[in-house]
């Protein structure tokens, strides 16, 4: 019998209730009880929701307390000194401040909250450990116990999930006075933890334990692949069943290493990397569990459960009893519930499965192998070959428009008319911009007017003429504001916008949009991507009339503003019917006839955001440039549409260029703006090393924090900048749009950073 498990089910619950009870236990309105009688809840009904769709081995510690690699570092005592209670325990105040810091007003000095970065590949933030070159472990913190104690009181069967040693070491970062200490150095005294651990969970009954080690689908350092057979040598004495768990890419060189660990089972992602099935079958022991992730936990699509089940039903020929059926990986990465989305049209939702959906299609797989003949298994075959065959031939998705002019595309569409050198002596003449030009990212702060405004329009208890009425007047305030500080090129403020994606993908056609569809982001924070279902394109204009309004306010020079295709791919749920690159490139088409309107409007600077540019970098190395460069092309083929006299801008706000920097360069924007100030300008290292050609707006000032720095320091981060790249190719701005802050702040920032470019320019130019 093929068993169904999961590794794991989103915790926010289907109405978000975690978010909400953490922020209400934050600001006090919730004691400590409440919160944790809701988690409780939370905890029951998820694993009720998941044995009702039929899976038999239900995950445990899955659910956390803000962020699950967090709630490893308690559990082993990874508590840096400045969140350390004075004696006891840590509690969950001692949980939440690793988290959020604690704000400095309080007596006692203040800490900073642990750093915080992205899982994987995916849009889900862990905080990352924080270790010391004498770090000591110790177990901390019973939640993981409690949880499964709780699980058995319902009578459930269940497989506690823990991050392997490995993955966990990899994922922290050594702090304090470590020169020359290895990090891998630490697993020898963090083994023993595991050990305790798996005994612990021994004398609870528990039989299988599954253990995530997702760093076995990266390029892994020898040193570290010969740490997972020591790791799991040393560990193979401790109690327990061990199922380790690999997703979000293949096994590749790994998998002989992963195949031979000696644990009991293997589970592998089939959805990222399919090609690792057979070849996995030659590998495995014979005494082993191989569990297939055929069911993607990534994405929102109802699983094509025929072609899933010619991968299983040849397994479990081969397999038999040692077949286990699962998603792709924990599936903390999809919403909640579909039953939820009553407003959505039929044929849409019929295409869909969202968590609660994908277990149940877990389970019917695995009855699919063990009773091929039940009723049920022979109606979900059905459904989904119907599904299939309607998204197939859908009109709604498949646009022969579209199609035709992607297909049309010539490699000269994706160049601009003339090399920057000729575009920037035209742009100079016509911009007429002072050496050192001043700029911000696009946004201005949202206020809780501009809000209120934008729902009411939604919920149509503001008329359209209203609802711009109210946009042109915060319009105004933006440019009045900027013309008083002596901006040079100014923007509109991106009042009208709720979020950067969101409110394009509202004016294209071929996204749909739940209503509940939340996902995780980190903590507290829930993100609702839109969904791409179809081929892409652009029915009308969709900022042309808020930017021309903004420019005929101003003599000055106004910045149009645009998400660019690759940031909205990243941030959507693609579709799994056609690659990545071609819907980056309908994006780039739909959003390159936005580009040539505004031109057409006469704005004269345009940019187009890539926040995401980077972060779409495959987990692999091997897979790198090929997707850099239909990242790039997809940028530039909707940049290209327009004169050399029109400038093109891009913005990326991070901190890490090295690897990429040819193909930034490759993007071949004029000017690029990105996130300097909290690096101290170290990365425009990357930009001196291969000597980046076009002009660059290093971020001066730090906009998500509330401080206002000074003039001298915004002067001096610019004099390192100098050092680095000729003055004439430099801009002063700041770091990110400002939404997030108050207008006071800003002015005052802003004033600044006028006053720094000014002086700059009396010093340098
Ligand atoms: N133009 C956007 C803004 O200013 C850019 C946001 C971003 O890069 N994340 O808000
Ligand atoms: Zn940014």
Redesign the pocket.
């Known amino acids: 019998m093929a068993l169904a498990h999961s590794l794991g089910f989103p915790r926010i619950g289907r109405d978000r209730e975690l978010k909400k009870a953490q922020e209400a236990f934050w600001k006090g309105e919730l004691d400590e009880a409440g919160l944790r009688a809701v988690g409780r809840e939370l905890r029951a009904r998820h694993w009720q929701v998941q044995k009702d769709a039929g899976i038999e081995l239900l995950p445990v510690g899955d659910f956390a307390w803000y962020d699950g690699v967090l709630a490893h570092s308690l559990t082993f005592g990874v508590i840096p000194e400045r969140f350390r209670p004075a004696g006891g325990k840590p509690t969950l105040q001692t949980l939440f401040a690793m988290a959020r810091g604690v704000s400095s007003d309080a007596c006692c000095g203040g800490a900073h909250a642990q750093e915080m970065t992205k899982w994987f590949d995916t849009n889900y933030h862990y905080l990352v450990p924080e270790f010391t070159a004498d770090q000591q472990f110790a177990l901390s913190w019973e939640q993981l116990f409690e949880e499964v104690a709780e699980a058995h009181a319902l009578g459930h069967n269940v497989k506690p999930v823990v991050i392997g040693p490995l993955t966990y070491l990899w994922l922290g970062k050594l702090k304090g006075d470590a020169q020359g200490f290895d990090k891998l150095e630490l697993l020898e005294r963090l083994l023993p933890l595991y050990g305790q651990i798996f005994q612990r969970l021994a004398e609870q009954g528990v039989e299988w334990v599954q253990i995530d080690e997702p760093i076995l689908v990266l390029d892994l350092p020898q040193d570290w692949k010969n740490a997972f057979e020591r790791a799991y040598n040393l560990l193979q004495r401790e109690p327990l069943k061990k199922l380790i768990a690999t997703y979000f890419g293949g096994l590749e060189d790994n998998l002989g290493l992963a195949a031979n660990l000696p644990v009991d089972g293997l589970h592998i992602d089939l959805v990222r990397a399919p090609e690792q099935y057979p070849t996995i079958l030659d590998r495995l022991p014979a005494y082993k569990v191989l569990s297939l992730g055929v069911v993607n936990g990534r994405n929102v699509w109802r699983c094509d459960l025929e072609k899933a089940l010619a991968v299983i039903g040849h397994a479990h020929s081969r397999l038999g009893e040692r077949l286990w059926i699962a998603p792709s990986c924990s599936l903390l990465h999809s919403p909640v519930d579909l039953a939820l989305e009553e407003g959505l049209d039929a044929e849409l939702k019929s295409w869909l499965a969202f968590a609660t959906q994908k277990c149940a299609e877990v389970a019917v797989l695995a009855r699919a192998v063990n009773q091929p003949d039940a009723p049920e298994v022979h109606k979900a075959l059905a459904e989904s070959r119907a599904v299939q065959a309607s998204r197939a031939a859908s009109p709604r998705i498949h646009k022969p428009q579209v199609q035709a002019r992607l297909a049309a595309v010539k490699a000269g569409d994706s160049q601009r008319r003339s090399p920057f050198a000729q575009r920037i002596a035209k742009q100079r003449i016509g911009l007429a911009l002072p050496p050192f030009p001043t700029t ?4 201005f702060p949202q206020t809780s007017a501009i809000r209120l405004a934008r729902q009411a329009f939604k919920q149509g208890k503001l008329s359209l003429g209203d609802y711009t009425d109210a946009m042109h007047s915060e319009i105004r305030h933006a440019v009045e504001i900027q013309e008083r500080l002596g901006l040079d090129v100014l ?1 509109h403020g ?1 009042a009208e916008r709720n979020d ?1 994606v969101e409110y394009f993908a509202e004016q294209l056609d071929g996204y749909l949009f739940t209503r509940f569809g939340w996902v995780q982001s980190y903590g507290s924070r829930c993100v609702k991507p839109a969904i791409i279902y179809g081929d892409l394109s652009r029915p009308k204009a969709m900022t042309v009339e808020w930017i021309r309004y903004a420019q005929s306010l101003t003599g000055k020079v106004m910045k149009g ?1 645009l ?1 660019g295709p690759v940031t909205m791919l990243m941030w959507s749920f693609p579709r799994e019917d056609v690659s990545r690159q071609v819907q980056a490139r309908q994006l780039a088409l739909a959003l390159r006839d936005e580009v040539v309107d505004l031109e057409a409007a006469g704005i004269k600077v345009i ?1 187009i ?1 890539e ?1 995401a540019f980077r972060e779409g970098l495959p987990l692999r190395q091997a897979g790198w440039q090929a997707y850099l460069d239909w990242a790039t092309e997809a940028f530039r083929l909707c940049a290209s549409g327009v004169r050399d006299e029109t400038q093109i801008h891009t ?3 991070y901190s890490e260029f090295n690897d990429v920097i040819e193909s930034i360069a490759a993007m071949d924007a004029d000017v690029i703006t990105i996130e300097t100030s909290r690096s101290d300008m170290e990365l425009l290292d990357a930009f001196e090393a291969f000597e980046y050609p076009n002009e660059i707006g290093p971020g001066v000032y730090d906009i998500h924090s509330p401080r206002v720095p000074d003039t001298a320091e915004m002067v001096k981060l610019m004099r390192k900048a100098v050092r680095r790249i000729p003055a004439e190719r430099l801009w002063v701005n700041p770091d ?4 997030t802050r108050g207008w006071a702040e800003t002015e005052a920032a802003l004033i600044n950073m006028v006053a720094a470019a000014r002086q700059l320019r009396r010093e340098l130019a």
């Open positions: 911000t990212i696009g946004s923007v991106e950067m503003m998400t940019q955001d926040a913005h990326m706000c990110c749009g400002l939404k």
